[in-house]
């Protein structure tokens, strides 16, 4: 039994140092191929954007404002752009009393 615990021993101590020489050589071969395309480090971690989308714009403002109501109908474009205007005003104003100094901006997707 002893001898059996032994050759297990060895055999993981054997697979661990090849795992171990294998992410060596993973890394070698990573250095190899960022000098080839002239990089010398991997770049900064991404950059993180949060987004926001208003599921139902229309509903918002009408329920928001008495004008919109008349105005959701006929020009619903306007409304939403509004909207998402609004906001984004109430998520600086809320975020400014926190003191986050964020740079917000409406995208057309």
């Known amino acids: 039994m002893l001898t059996f615990l032994l050759a297990i021993s060895v055999l993981l101590s054997l697979f661990s140092a090849f795992l171990y020489w294998q992410t ?3 890394k070698k071969i990573i250095r190899q191929i960022l000098a080839r395309e002239d990089m010398d480090e991997i770049g900064d971690d991404p950059e993180l ?5 208003v599921r ?11 004008s919109a109501r ?4 006929h020009l619903p474009v306007m409304v939403s752009k509004m909207v998402y205007q609004e ?16 740079d917000m901006q409406i995208e057309y997707r």
């Open 24 to 26: 060596l050589e993973q």
């Open 49 to 53: 954007v949060l987004t926001v989308k």
């Open 56 to 66: 139902d714009p229309i509903s918002v403002a009408k329920k928001e404002s008495r």
């Open 70 to 73: 008349f105005l959701a109908d």
């Open 87 to 102: 906001v984004m005003k109430e998520l600086e104003r809320e975020l400014a009393e926190r003191q986050i100094d964020v």
